[in-house]
């Protein structure tokens, strides 16, 4: 019988191990990496380099807007625009709220203009109720220290619990004095896999009525 629950419990362990213990799901982000400008880049900044001051479709943006930077930056994170924003903000209100037990992890990849300029920055992952926001999390810096001409990817996580904060999951990138340019937003919720809760459940019954098998046999012998 030992033997037996002992086999179990090895199988049940080396399953959990192969299935991992989470999946990830990414949360829809309008114009996540703002490819669709907000009317036409009509200002001129050289040769491939335009730019706008309106609002991003499915973003709010106060003194900024769309950007092609042509040779301010070596490359772009993904598509050909980026946003900006002069000493304001860029933010969007999700259509998902906080669930239980799950970890948020907010990316957005900030980038440093080949004439580089020292500005600081905050990323917030917040929630948002009757206008009222409740910060999950956020990351700061310094876009001097990145790259002249290149970007870096900069994340903050959310562990949730039993009790969420209520409202609409909410974006703020916040910049200033100069210019933070932002681009390839992505944001992911990380939960347990039922398989995997289930195989620990199932390993912790069989190594529990293991031990009550071993107990039963010490007290066997010593009667």
Not at 94 to 118: A, I, K
Not at 128 to 133: A, M, P, Q, S
Not at 191 to 211: I, N, Q, R, T
């Amino acid at each position: 019988m030992a033997k037996k629950l002992s086999v179990f419990c090895f199988i049940a362990i080396v399953a959990l191990l192969m299935t991992g213990t989470a999946w990830a799901d990414g949360i829809p982000i309008t114009n996540a990496s703002f490819e669709t400008p907000g009317g036409p880049l009509n200002y001129s900044c050289g040769t491939g380099c335009t730019y706008n001051y309106s609002t991003i479709p499915g973003w709010s943006i106060s003194a900024g807007g769309s950007f092609q930077p042509g040779s301010f930056f070596s490359y772009i994170p993904d598509g050909n625009l980026v946003a900006f924003t002069n000493g304001g903000s860029i933010s969007q209100t999700l259509t998902s709220s906080v669930s239980v037990n799950t970890l948020y992890t907010l990316t957005v990849y900030v980038g440093n203009r080949t004439n580089t300029q020292n500005f600081g920055y905050t990323l917030y992952l917040d929630t948002i109720l009757n206008g009222v926001t409740t910060t999950l999390c956020s990351v700061s810096g310094n876009a001097a220290t990145i790259t002249p001409g290149g970007w870096q990817a900069e994340s903050c996580s959310y562990q949730s619990g039993l009790s969420v904060p209520a409202g609409d999951l909410f974006l703020d990138f916040v910049g200033g004095p100069y210019q933070l340019d932002v681009d390839d937003v992505s944001l992911t919720a990380n939960v347990p896999e039922p398989s995997s809760v289930l195989l620990l459940g199932v390993g912790m019954l069989l190594a529990a009525g293991l031990a009550m098998w071993n107990k039963r046999k010490e007290l066997h012998f010593t009667a």
